[in-house]
């Protein structure tokens, strides 16, 4: 099963000849079957038919009718087999023993029982079922033969008859054979695309493809986007990058940074990528990797006429030579449309070219399974090549529109999902706007309050000096009371001493001086009483002032009260947050043997489209303008004397302007002979 978690999957398959018909029912049927079942067995067995497939044993299960004994084909425990252990129809034949393997996927292991008769076509067929592949042309399974090498299994031969290392279980991986030349445009169904996604991205983490720094940091948010989809600071808290394995380790090592500054700069990335499917973030990964020098090439040791040490790099658009010590610019190119056929004798190769006026190209493998690995790519890869320039079969129109139906369907729903999104951080907005203007309304109403007590306090102090002047009147009214009370005295005095004058007339003038004296006084006294009730008079205006200003203060407080109400809360809204050919080479008995294929070049449309195509980055300016982002942040924490020696062969590239595909098109110029008199002098 595709989707990151591993699950077993124990199916038992099998292929026989027609005399061994009963020997499968036998292996199938379950035991203590009904009349009925034997009688339709017999009968079966009568007519001598082909063997039969998983779903037709499964039908014949069926007819039994559930009786007891009986049970559906299902999955069964660690290599458990349907044997003759669980059936008992009448039969004389030995049953042969069980195959167990186990194969490996980019992200699952299958596990299997097949019968030693079985194909590698069926064992690669029944793998594809498993997983839900149909584009099966880029895949095989591969596997390690006898000699420690690594080979492709030949489906057109038995399993057990190819030289595999004997081990139980036996093991093999599923993995592309063939690449395509555009991933967007070619690889149809998601399962495909998360195979390639997940090959590519361990081949560069393990630095099988060269990838400079900028890129791999590019490459690395795409593949976090695909893992766990948009960045989302509740869901993704600080370190929730630390166990991912994100960068070749050249990477790291040629860099002065940590690895929290490595996460900080991939999840800033990281957070660039919103809206993103998970499986576009694969794509977009797959356009910018296959763009990369070493993407999609296999490469084998060969020697020329003269025994110059050389690379042989075969690919989805041709045969490239490259030097000893750079498999990033290749020296000579030759597209699979020049080429006729191909054959090899021991461990002499020859390409034979369209132009007949050219010579053959002639090279030399060190082992005769290279050469066989050569040819079986070569095969594939031109007959892919052929078929890309020719309108799509019926089956492969019928998955693309399906493909584009699913994807459109895909489409409609995150549509969907977003506006629904949308919507929710709409209603988020209006909550914050609305608790703002809650948070506004109360910071008023506390201004409002703190007016009321300062206008409170002022009263308080209005009424506190009333209360003051108030006294002070009162002061004054008492002193302007005993003041008249000395009037009246002195008038009484005056009165006495004027009867006295009249009865002392003999001292008259003493008299009058003392009267000049207290009428003196008298004027002093009444001017002090006059001043006195003026400075009283005035005191009364002052009091009866303070208590109009105390009226009207009153009267502005009670209107601001009535004026302003508390405003109501705002109602809270809630929103919720969702993957060699290499059969037994007995070499001492084939060396004289010759392997040869014709290649087909007719009824195409286009022979070299594959020169005029652009880099994604020269496609994308947003995807250029990051990429020169990023070598400039990265270039400071560069240590220079750890650059490889790729990484400097990348740097020419990239000062003289070179990509992939100008490069393609400058080893392609010149005739075939021309480029085939540049390979021998090399």
């Given at each position: 099963?595709?989707?990151?978690?591993?699950?077993?999957?124990?199916?038992?398959?099998?292929?026989?000849?027609?005399?061994?018909?009963?020997?499968?029912?036998?292996?199938?049927?379950?035991?203590?079957?009904?009349?009925?079942?034997?009688?339709?067995?017999?009968?079966?067995?009568?007519?001598?038919?082909?063997?039969?497939?998983?779903?037709?044993?499964?039908a014949?299960?069926s007819?039994?009718?559930?009786?007891?004994?009986?049970r559906?084909?299902?999955?069964?425990?660690?290599?458990?087999?349907?044997?003759?252990?669980?059936?008992?129809?009448?039969t004389?034949?030995?049953?042969?023993?069980?195959?167990?393997?186990?194969?490996?996927?980019?992200?699952?292991?299958?596990?299997?029982?097949?019968?030693?008769?079985?194909?590698?076509?069926?064992?690669?067929?029944?793998?594809?079922?498993?997983?839900?592949?149909?584009?099966?042309?880029y895949?095989?399974?591969?596997?390690?033969?006898?000699?420690?090498?690594m080979?492709?299994?030949?489906?057109?031969?038995?399993?057990?008859?190819?030289d595999?290392k004997?081990?139980?279980?036996?093991?093999?991986?599923?993995?592309?054979?063939?690449?395509?030349?555009?991933?967007?445009?070619?690889?149809?169904?998601?399962?495909?695309?998360?195979?390639?996604?997940?090959?590519?991205?361990?081949?560069?983490?393990?630095?099988?493809?060269?990838?400079?720094?900028?890129?791999?940091?590019?490459?690395?948010?795409?593949?976090?986007?695909?893992?766990?989809?948009?960045?989302?600071?509740?869901?993704?808290?600080q370190?929730?990058?630390?166990?991912?394995?994100?960068?070749p380790?050249?990477?790291?090592?040629?860099?002065?940074?940590?690895?929290?500054q490595?996460?900080?700069?991939i999840?800033?990335?990281?957070?660039?990528?919103?809206?993103?499917?998970?499986?576009?973030?694969?794509?977009?990964?797959?356009?910018?990797a296959?763009?990369?020098?070493?993407?999609?090439?296999?490469?084998?040791e060969?020697?020329?006429?003269?025994?110059?040490?050389?690379?042989?790099?075969?690919?989805?658009?041709?045969?490239?030579i490259?030097?000893?010590?750079?498999?990033?610019?290749?020296?000579?190119?030759?597209?699979?449309?020049?080429?006729?056929?191909?054959?090899?004798?021991?461990?002499?190769?020859?390409?034979?070219?369209?132009?007949?006026?050219?010579?053959?190209?002639?090279?030399?493998?060190?082992?005769?399974?290279?050469n066989?690995?050569?040819?079986q790519?070569?095969?594939g890869?031109?007959?892919?090549?052929?078929?890309?320039?020719?309108?799509?079969?019926?089956?492969?129109?019928?998955?693309k529109?399906?493909?584009?139906?699913?994807?459109?369907?895909?489409?409609?729903?995150?549509?969907?999902?977003?506006?629904?999104?949308?919507?929710?951080?709409?209603?988020?907005?209006?909550?914050?706007?609305?608790?703002?203007?809650?948070?506004?309304?109360?910071?008023?109403?506390?201004?409002?309050?703190?007016?009321?007590?300062?206008?409170e306090?002022?009263?308080?102090?209005?009424?506190?000096?009333?209360?003051r002047?108030?006294e002070?009147?009162?002061?004054?009214?008492?002193?302007?009371?005993?003041?008249?009370?000395?009037?009246?005295?002195?008038?009484?005095?005056?009165?006495?001493?004027?009867?006295?004058a009249?009865?002392?007339?003999?001292?008259?003038e003493?008299?009058?001086?003392?009267?000049?004296?207290?009428?003196?006084?008298i004027?002093?006294?009444?001017?002090?009483?006059?001043?006195?009730?003026?400075?009283?008079?005035?005191?009364?205006?002052?009091?009866?002032?303070?208590?109009e200003?105390?009226?009207?203060?009153?009267?502005?407080?009670?209107?601001?009260?009535?004026?302003?109400?508390?405003?109501?809360?705002?109602?809270?809204?809630s929103?919720?947050?969702?993957?060699?050919?290499?059969?037994?080479?007995?070499?001492?008995?084939?060396?004289?043997?010759?392997?040869?294929?014709?290649?087909?070049?007719?009824?195409?449309?286009?022979?070299?489209?594959?020169e005029?195509?652009?880099?994604?980055?020269?496609?994308n300016?947003?995807?250029?303008?990051?990429?020169?982002?990023?070598?400039?942040?990265?270039?400071?924490?560069?240590?220079?004397?750890?650059?490889?020696?790729?990484?400097?062969?990348?740097?020419e590239?990239?000062?003289?302007?070179?990509?992939?595909?100008?490069?393609?098109?400058?080893i392609?110029?010149?005739?075939?002979?021309?480029?085939?008199d540049?390979?021998?002098?090399?």
């Amino acid at each position: 099963m595709v989707g990151g978690v591993q699950q077993k999957h124990h199916i038992a398959f099998r292929e026989v000849e027609e005399d061994e018909l009963t020997d499968t029912l036998a292996a199938i049927l379950m035991p203590a079957v009904t009349r009925q079942w034997e009688m339709i067995y017999n009968r079966v067995q009568r007519t001598q038919a082909l063997p039969l497939s998983l779903p037709a044993r499964a039908a014949l299960l069926s007819l039994s009718g559930g009786s007891a004994g009986s049970r559906p084909l299902q999955p069964h425990s660690a290599w458990e087999t349907l044997s003759s252990a669980e059936a008992h129809p009448p039969t004389t034949a030995k049953m042969p023993k069980m195959v167990n393997v186990r194969v490996t996927t980019m992200d699952a292991e299958l596990e299997f029982s097949f019968h030693p008769n079985t194909t590698g076509r069926q064992l690669f067929d029944q793998v594809a079922r498993t997983i839900g592949l149909r584009e099966l042309w880029y895949f095989g399974l591969q596997y390690v033969d006898s000699k420690g090498f690594m080979a492709w299994l030949n489906q057109d031969k038995k399993v057990m008859a190819q030289d595999m290392k004997k081990e139980t279980p036996l093991q093999f991986k599923l993995k592309a054979k063939f690449y395509p030349e555009d991933v967007n445009e070619e690889l149809i169904q998601d399962v495909t695309r998360r195979l390639f996604f997940l090959q590519v991205k361990e081949d560069i983490l393990t630095e099988d493809i060269y990838c400079p720094p900028e890129s791999a940091v590019l490459l690395a948010s795409y593949a976090i986007q695909s893992k766990y989809g948009d960045h989302n600071k509740v869901e993704h808290h600080q370190g929730y990058l630390a166990s991912e394995r994100m960068l070749p380790k050249r990477v790291l090592e040629q860099h002065k940074l940590s690895k929290d500054q490595w996460e900080e700069r991939i999840q800033a990335w990281h957070e660039e990528h919103r809206s993103i499917l998970k499986e576009e973030a694969m794509i977009e990964y797959l356009k910018i990797a296959q763009d990369l020098e070493m993407y999609g090439v296999n490469f084998f040791e060969i020697k020329n006429k003269k025994g110059t040490d050389l690379w042989l790099g075969v690919d989805a658009l041709g045969l490239n030579i490259y030097g000893k010590e750079d498999k990033l610019s290749p020296k000579i190119g030759f597209p699979w449309s020049e080429i006729r056929n191909i054959s090899f004798n021991d461990k002499k190769f020859i390409i034979k070219p369209i132009d007949k006026k050219s010579p053959d190209f002639i090279f030399y493998a060190p082992r005769l399974r290279v050469n066989k690995s050569i040819l079986q790519l070569c095969m594939g890869n031109h007959e892919l090549y052929m078929r890309r320039r020719k309108t799509d079969s019926i089956e492969v129109q019928q998955m693309k529109v399906q493909a584009k139906e699913e994807r459109l369907q895909k489409k409609m729903e995150r549509d969907q999902l977003e506006g629904e999104k949308k919507r929710r951080e709409a209603i988020e907005k209006e909550k914050e706007q609305m608790e703002r203007e809650k948070q506004e309304l109360m910071m008023k109403l506390n201004q409002y309050e703190e007016i009321t007590k300062k206008a409170e306090r002022e009263l308080q102090e209005q009424l506190d000096r009333a209360m003051r002047l108030e006294e002070e009147r009162r002061r004054v009214e008492q002193e302007a009371a005993r003041l008249e009370a000395e009037r009246m005295e002195a008038i009484i005095a005056k009165e006495e001493l004027a009867r006295q004058a009249e009865d002392q007339i003999k001292s008259q003038e003493q008299l009058a001086a003392e009267l000049a004296d207290y009428s003196t006084k008298i004027l002093l006294l009444e001017e002090a009483k006059r001043a006195k009730e003026e400075e009283a008079e005035s005191w009364h205006c002052k009091a009866q002032e303070v208590e109009e200003s105390l009226l009207k203060t009153k009267e502005e407080l009670h209107n601001v009260m009535a004026n302003n109400s508390v405003p109501a809360a705002a109602p809270a809204s809630s929103s919720s947050s969702s993957s060699s050919d290499s059969e037994s080479d007995h070499e001492h008995s084939e060396e004289n043997s010759t392997y040869s294929a014709e290649l087909q070049t007719q009824d195409i449309n286009d022979h070299r489209q594959e020169e005029e195509r652009l880099t994604e980055a020269e496609k994308n300016e947003r995807l250029q303008k990051q990429l020169k982002a990023l070598s400039s942040e990265l270039e400071d924490a560069r240590d220079q004397n750890k650059k490889t020696q790729d990484d400097l062969l990348h740097a020419e590239n990239v000062r003289a302007g070179r990509d992939k595909y100008k490069t393609l098109r400058q080893i392609r110029q010149g005739n075939t002979k021309q480029r085939i008199d540049e390979f021998e002098a090399l």
